[in-house]
C-alpha cells in the first residue's frame, strides 16, 4: 500500500496529499500556494516531489503547482482546463507511469467541466482514488461556480460520475477527496472528514441511494449557501498560472504611522485587543484558520492592504492565508502601539457575554443563513457578514453577533467604518442570549 500523507487546511476544509510512489520520488495532489509543507514533508519522509497533478481547475484558493514545478516537479493537468503555462493535459483512459506506481485518468465533470480522477496502482491492484471535489466523504463539491446556466447540467453530470466510480472500483479502494465539509465548495451536509472508501460511499452516498437524479439534482441545488466573491476569479488565475513566490517569503514591510492614507487598515490581533483599543476605521480580521476567507471576501486582489499584528502572531501564517486567496499586494503592518504612542485618535468597541444583552436590546446575527436557519435569537435580524457591503444604516444600539465573536467583530467594524453606532459585539452561543427575559 502506498504511503499517503494527509496535508490540510482546516481553514478552507480541504486536503492535499503527497504519496510516495516507491522510488524515492513522491507525487502531490491539488497543492495550495505555499510550497513549505508539501517540501517539508517530502524532506521528512526521504522524498523528492517529482510530479503534481490538479484534479480541476480550483476556485477556492490559488494553486501552488507552480511552485512545486519551480522546485523540480512535473504537472499533470485536466486537458479541458486549458492552462496558459507548462504541463502534461491528460483525458479520459490515459495511463501514466509515475515512481513505481501507475495512475490512471477518469474524466468526471460534475464540480467544475474539467474535472479528472486519477486512480492510482501498483500494477496489480488499485490503491487510491484521488477525487478532487465530484466525489466527497458524503456529497459532491457545488456545481454552481462556473456560470447559472451551467449549474443544472454540472449537478447531472455529478451524478453519473459518482456513479461511474463507485461501481467501477473495488469497495477496498481509498477514496481521497480533496474538499471536504467546511469548504465553501462543498455542498451542504458534507462531514468534515477526508478519507472515505469505495464500499462506504456505495452503501451511503446520495448519489447511489438516489435512483431519481432529478431529485438528487434538486436536494443538492436547495442547500448551496453564499460563497467568496474571489471564487469568481481564483479559476482564472489558476488557468494563467499565479506569479511564482518560492518557499521563502519575504517579511512584511514596516509602514509609519503617518503612511496610512488611502490604505485600509486589517486589524488581525484577537478581537480583544482590537475592543479595548483599534486605529480608527480600521477592519477587524483575526489571524485564525479563516482570515485569508474572509480577508478575500470583503476585499478585492487591488485594495491597498495594511495589517496590523501583534510581535506574538504567526505573520507567515498570515501571509500564506493572504496569498492562498491571491492577495498579494499587501503593502506592510503598522504596530498599534506605535500608533497610540504618537498621539493618534483610538476606537475601541465593547465585547460582552451574550449572557449580559438586555431584552429589548436590537440584536444583527450575521452567521450564515444556514446556520441562522437551524437556531436563532428570537427577535434578532439577520445579515450575512459577506453581505454587510449592502446593509447601510443599522438601528442605534444594536448588538452584533455570531456565535464566537470573531465574525461580529469584523461585521461591527465594517459598520463603525461606515459611520454606525455600534453597542457592542457577542460572545457566546445564541442559545445564552434566548432566555426567559427575552421572549417577544
Known sequence: MALIVEIPDPGLGNTSYLVDLGDGSGLVVDPERDPRPYLE?????????RYV?????????????????????????????????????VGEGDELRVGDMTMRVFETPGHTPEHVAYLLSDGTRPHALFSGGTLMAGG???????????????????????RRMLSAFPANVEVRPTHGGGSFCASAGVPRQAATSVGSERRTHPAMITA????????????????????????EVNRQGAKVLGADLAPLVRIGTSQLEGKTVVDARPIDRFA?????????????????????WLFGPDAPLVIVLDSDQDQRDLMRQALNVGCDDICGRVDFDEWRAAGNATSTIDLISARVIGPDAPILDVRQTSEWVSGHVPGASHIELGAL???????????????HGTRAMTAASLLARVGNSITAVTTGDHSQITSATRTR
Open 41 to 49: 514533508e517530502a524532506r521528512a519522509q526521504g522524498l523528492r516531489i
Open 53 to 89: 497533478a490538479e484534479t480541476h481547475l480550483h476556485a477556492d484558493f490559488v494553486s501552488g503547482a507552480r511552485e512545486l514545478v519551480a522546485e523540480g516537479a512535473s504537472l499533470i493537468a485536466p486537458r479541458e482546463s486549458r492552462l496558459a503555462h507548462a504541463h502534461q493535459p
Open 140 to 162: 459532491v463539491a457545488r456545481p454552481d461556480l462556473i456560470s447559472p446556466e451551467l449549474t443544472v447540467p454540472l449537478a447531472h453530470q455529478a451524478y453519473e460520475s459518482v
Open 212 to 235: 431519481d437524479p432529478d431529485r438528487f439534482v434538486e436536494d443538492l441545488l436547495s442547500g448551496l449557501g453564499t460563497y467568496p466573491p474571489y471564487f469568481l476569479r481564483l479559476r
Open 276 to 296: 479595548r483599543g483599534h486605529i480608527p476605521g480600521s477592519v477587524s480580521i483575526a489571524l485564525s484558520d479563516q482570515f485569508g476567507t474572509w480577508l478575500g
Open 389 to 403: 457591503s449592502d446593509a447601510g444604516r443599522i438601528a442605534p444600539g444594536t448588538v452584533i453577533h455570531c456565535g
